[in-house]
Each structure stands twice: as structure tokens, then as C-alpha cells.
């Protein structure tokens, strides 16, 4: 089948269901007001609480949501399952269950003080259930931290051309930051002067590839460490000084590459070199579950959750841009992966002898062997390189791969610091009170970049992705049963919440079931990965039961709901009778 009239049909479908269900769902359950002070304004602090402009906060919101999920999992799965259900569950997922989780989360977050996800779950389940949440979310931003560092650090060694451009964003970022913030720039001066030096680094990154030498050692180790100390610096800065910026210039990145990409797929007109259908059952496990937790971020995403009430609603300066932002922003997020999709899909070869000018494989097979689990991030690489330099005649194979390893890179990098973020918001707010040390945000942060630095040292990279896949969507699922819970509280429509939220939690414990059997009895034994995939059944299935109890006990007593309307909010949080 033609890759490019493929492309244009999902495009349409997500912009339909962007036009249609996600303002449906603002209407009934949200009611966005505009006049409602948000906790950006209300609580505003200068390092977490600032409110940004809209531009900046939806570059920062979309690259921290996407980094390398998009990209990632619908590889995996168009090289595991075809291309046919990767789509399908990239445009169903976004729509009905993605979008949904996404805007829902953040504007939950806005009306209770701008408070995380399991802070929220202790006011409207109960404090056991916040703990166990707490400790759920926190050890999967490890499995995100290491991930992502993984293949951030596999990309560098790939294209040495992206190390210079990447390290010198980190400096403008700042000037950027400093010039809006505290020098009163125009915004647009800003972004011009951004984007120019961007360009400017990339040339010379082309120029000045920075190759580590062998003889100094594991060039991967040294790549990864390097990471996470930039992660762990980041994440105790204030956000407008460095994260929101660099989010905001690495956005510019990204929407350059989803263009390029999706220009090159109209302009080559490859047909579709991967089968539509590769089978029900393969090495990552069978369809059903394995396809909806391998495919995460492009179709649904428990992370996306904690980024809407950990940092974007700390700096949402207005309710009506909650849909946008959110929900926009996991639109933009599937049409990425729409595009990887057809990229690799269409760019790479399904068997044979292809070799791409560098003298490299180009097959799929082939390309996904790569070391330490970052096999998928050079086959988005060299597919994205190959289909532009056949499409696009302005843009030479090698120029390809360095764009694409810079798109890929600068939202890796900017997922990492946000992670280390969060997961200092999440020790420090639910366990800081019982272990008092935890509320430093140095140790939080050191505790959190440390133990992740570990898993990805550990060379477990392979293992790593399908159990991050799992633990993220079993997050999207107590998250969206949590959303059910103060929907049913505020006594508006909660099945736009709750059927997705079922369906996510059963297609998620029965891929973590699947993945703790195969590591504990199967073959390839790991004892770490499958006690971590059982403790996180065991925590997931516990949180899902006290909310599902709350949503019982809150829908029997509707009558006293009704106070819910009339009762007010306190610093911009709603509130409702016997509550924790």
C-alpha cells in the first residue's frame, strides 16, 4: 500500500477527533473557565509555580510527553505485529483513551492546588492508597530515567554529529530563559535568536562530529553517567531557567522533523515494504497484550499524567488552554508516531541485502539487533535517513541521520531531566513527612537519578522497554480511575474516564503477568525484572480496587454529591463530602 495516502487518512482521523471528541469532552466533564484563578497564578513561586506563555508551555508540555515513545514503541511493534494494528491502536488510543487521560489529568490537577496524581489519590481514595500510588509512579520514572538514558546515550555513539548541537542547546536555553523571564524579551525575538543558533550548532556538529576514543573506555558508560548528571542538575533549577526553555527550543526540533518526516513520505511515495500483519504471537509476546504496552506514548501514556500535574500545571496560566495543551498535545504526539510508523515501515526493507551509502544494513531485522536495548532508536534512524534522502533531494543520507538523531536526542534529554523532576516532586511530597531527609530536593533527586543510574548500568537494556510499557500504562489506568473518582464526585460523566481506564488496567496486569512468568520461570531468567513486574501488579491491583470501592461507594451516595457544585474551591481546588 501507498505510505503517503496512509499517512494523509490517520492525519485526518486525528484532527477529526481532536475537532470533535476532545472538545466534547472539555464540555461535558471540564467546563473550562477562563475567570478561575489557576495554581500557576495562585501559588506562584518563581522556581515550580510560574505561569508561561502558552507557545513556551505547550513546547515544554509535548516534548516532555513524547522523547522517545513515539518513536520507540510503534518500531518495536511494526517490526514484532505490521504495520495495520500499530496504526490502529495509535489512532483509537489517542482519541478515546490518551487524549482523554492526558487533558482530564491536567485539569483535575488545576482545580486541587496543582497537586500530583497520588497526592490527589490520598484526598479522594485514601493515604494507604496515595503511599502505594506514590511508590508505584516513583519506581517507574526509574524504569523512564534508565530507558530513556539508554537510548539517548546509544544515539550519541550512533551520530557523534548530535553531541555538540545537544550540549550547546543547554547554554542557549538558558539566555533564552533569562532574556523572557528576567530581561523582558519579546518572546519572538527570543525564539528567532533560538532558532539561529540552533542552526548554527547543528552545522557545526556536522562539521565537528564528537567521537569518543575508544582507548578511553566504554564509550556508552561514559555517554550515560554524562547524562544523568545533567539530569540530576536540572531537576533541582528553576524550571523557567533551563527545562522550560530547552523543552521549548527542542520542540522547534521535533515539529522540524515530524514536517521533514511526513514530507518525505508524501515526496518518496514508498509503498509499505513491512507486512500489514507479521503475526499474532512473536518474541515480544503475543498481540494482545503486548502491542497497546510496547506502543505507549503515541497512543496512551501513564507518564503523560504525571507531567500534566507535576509541571505543566505548575505553569498553566489559563483554563481554556488545558485542551490544547493536553489534549492537542497527545494529537501532535500520534501523528509523530503515525509518521515513525510509515518512516520505518516504508524507508527500511523487510528482508535481503540493502545497504544504505554508509555501507550499513538497512533491513529491519537486521538493525534491531543492536547493543543495550537501543536497536529501535537505529531503526528510526537510518528508515528516517533513508526514506528523506530518497524523497527529499535537498537532504543526503547523512544529513538524514543527523536530523533525526538530533529530533531524537533533544526530546530524550529533555524527558530526562523532567524525570528527575518528578520523581523528586513524588519522594519528596508522599514520603518526605515519614523519612525527612527525602524533603532536600538534592537527595530526592540524588536518590532518584542514582537507583535509575543503576538500571541502566545493569545491562538489562533489552528487558527494560516492555516492562517500562507496562508500568506506564498501568499508570494511565489507576490515573484515569482516579479522574473517574472525582468525576463521579463533582457528579459529571465519568465513562469517558472509567471504560478506557478498565480496559487499560486489564490489558496491562495481563502483560505484566506475562512478562513475571517469562522472567521468573522462563528461559532467559531475571529475578529483578520479575519481582519488580509482580510488585507492581500487587501495587497497581491495590490502588484500582480502593478507587473502584470510592467510585461504588461515591455513585450509592449521589444525593449528598450534589453539594459538590455549590461548595468553594479552596486556592482553586474543588472539594467533596468525606473526602481523605
Not at 80 to 97: D, E, N, P, R, Y
Not at 453 to 463: D, E, I, N, R, T
Request: hydrophobic fraction near 55%.
Amino acid at each position: 500500500m501507498n505510505s503517503a495516502l496512509l499517512t494523509l487518512g490517520a492525519v485526518l482521523v486525528l484532527v477529526l477527533g481532536y475537532y470533535f471528541y476532545g472538545r466534547l469532552v472539555e464540555r461535558r466533564c471540564v467546563q473550562a473557565d477562563g475567570n478561575r484563578a489557576t495554581p500557576a497564578v495562585a501559588l506562584r513561586d518563581g522556581v515550580d509555580y510560574e505561569p508561561a506563555r502558552p507557545l513556551m508551555l505547550f513546547g515544554h508540555h509535548f516534548t516532555n510527553i513524547a522523547g522517545a515513545g513515539p518513536i520507540v514503541g510503534p518500531v518495536i511493534a511494526v517490526a514484532h505485529f505490521g504495520w495495520a494494528a500499530t496504526l490502529g491502536w495509535i489512532l483509537l488510543g489517542s482519541i478515546f483513551v490518551g487524549g482523554v487521560h492526558d487533558y482530564l489529568s491536567l485539569m483535575m490537577s488545576a482545580r486541587s492546588e496543582g497537586k500530583n496524581i497520588s497526592e490527589i489519590a490520598g484526598r479522594l481514595v485514601g493515604k494507604r492508597a496515595a503511599a502505594v500510588l506514590g511508590l508505584f509512579i516513583w519506581l517507574a520514572l526509574l524504569l523512564v530515567i534508565a530507558m530513556f538514558g539508554i537510548l539517548a546515550a546509544q544515539t550519541l555513539i550512533e551520530v557523534p554529529g548530535v553531541v555538540l548541537p545537544n550540549a550547546g542547546l543547554i547554554l542557549v536555553a538558558m539566555l533564552i530563559g533569562l532574556a523572557v523571564y528576567r530581561w523582558g524579551q519579546p518572546l519572538w525575538v527570543a525564539t528567532v535568536l533560538g532558532v539561529v543558533a540552533m542552526g548554527v550548532l547543528i552545522y557545526a556538529g556536522s562539521l565537528w562530529p564528537l567521537v569518543w576514543p575508544a582507548a578511553w573506555g566504554n564509550p556508552f558508560v561514559f555517554w550515560f553517567l554524562a547524562l544523568m548528571i545533567y539530569s540530576l542538575v536540572t531537576s533541582v533549577l528553576p524550571i523557567w531557567f533551563l527545562e522550560q526553555p530547552r523543552d521549548y527550543l527542542s520542540s522547534m526540533i521535533t515539529y522540524g522533523g515530524i514536517l521533514v518526516g511526513v514530507a518525505a513520505i508524501f515526496a518518496a511515495r514508498s509503498p509499505v515494504a513491512t507486512p500489514a500483519h507479521v503475526g499474532f504471537t512473536s518474541t515480544q509476546g503475543p498481540l494482545w497484550p503486548m502491542l497497546f504496552i510496547i506502543v505507549a506514548c503515541g497512543a496512551v501514556s501513564g507518564f503523560h499524567s504525571l507531567v500534566a500535574g507535576g509541571t505543566t500545571v505548575k505553569q498553566l496560566a489559563d483554563e481554556r488552554q488545558g485542551l490544547p495543551i493536553a489534549y492537542g498535545s497527545m494529537m501532535l504526539e500520534a501523528v509523530q508516531a503515525v509518521s515513525v510508523t510509515f518512516v520505518v515501515a516504508a524507508g527500511l526493507y523487510w528482508a535481503g541485502r540493502h545497504f544504505a551509502p554508509d555501507g550499513k544494513s538497512l533491513v529491519i531485522d537486521e538493525l534491531m539487533k543492536a547493543p543495550q536495548g537501543g536497536g529501535a532508536a537505529v531503526v528510526f534512524v537510518r528508515g528516517f535517513a533513508s526514506l528523506a534522502s530518497r524523497g527529499l533531494p535537498f537532504i543526503s543520507f547523512s544529513t538524514g541521520l543527523l536530523i533525526a538523531a538530533i529530533c531524537l536526542n533533544a526530546t530524550l534529554l529533555d524527558t530526562l531531566d523532567t524525570c528527575a523532576r518528578l520523581g523528586r516532586f513524588v519522594l519528596s511530597e508522599t514520603f518526605g513527612k515519614r523519612v525527612p531527609p527525602l524533603a532536600n530536593r538534592w537527595v530526592a533527586a540524588l536518590v532518584t537519578v542514582g537507583t535509575a543510574s543503576y538500571l541502566g548500568l545493569s545491562g538489562m537494556g533489552k528487558s527494560l522497554w516492555p516492562v517500562f510499557g507496562a508500568a506506564n500504562q498501568l499508570i494511565a489506568a489507576l490515573a484515569l480511575l482516579i479522574v473517574a473518582v472525582y468525576l463521579v464526585g463533582i457528579r459529571r460523566p465519568s465513562r469517558y474516564a472509567t471504560l478506557p481506564g478498565f480496559f487499560v488496567l486489564v490489558t496491562t496486569i495481563a502483560a505484566l503477568l506475562y512478562q513475571g512468568y517469562g522472567f521468573l520461570l522462563g528461559p532467559k531468567r531475571n529475578l529483578l525484572l520479575g519481582g519488580l513486574s509482580v510488585l507492581l501488579v500487587v501495587l497497581g491491583l491495590y490502588v484500582a480496587v480502593e478507587a473502584w470501592e470510592r467510585i461504588r461507594r461515591l455513585t450509592c451516595a449521589q444525593p449528598a454529591a450534589t453539594m459538590l457544585a455549590s461548595q468553594p474551591a479552596k486556592s482553586g481546588g474543588d472539594s467533596f463530602p468525606g473526602a481523605p
